[in-house]
């Protein structure tokens, strides 16, 4: 490989970080957002109010595999 090609790779590797990072982060937001802003009066409000955030967390955590994943094939990590 030559220096430009690395610092390319270098380049795209910072970007995907960030990407992964910008997903946790997004998903550490809705959980603070849960607990902060919607207080539930009861525990079937809370539990209905779960299952609506797992999909959405569920949706972060597969964009966030996923993305790992593609990393590691694209550049063998």
Known sequence: MTAREL????EQIAKA???????????NAMM?????????????????????????????NKNIEEGMKELESKYQI
């Open 17 to 27: 970080k960030n990407t992964v990072a910008e997903l946790k982060g997004q998903q």
């Open 7 to 10: 610092l390319e790779l270098k």
């Open 32 to 60: 603070k957002q849960l607990r902060e802003e919607w207080k539930c009066d009861t525990v079937e409000d809370a539990e209905n109010l779960i299952r609506k955030m797992d999909g959405e967390i569920d949706a972060l």
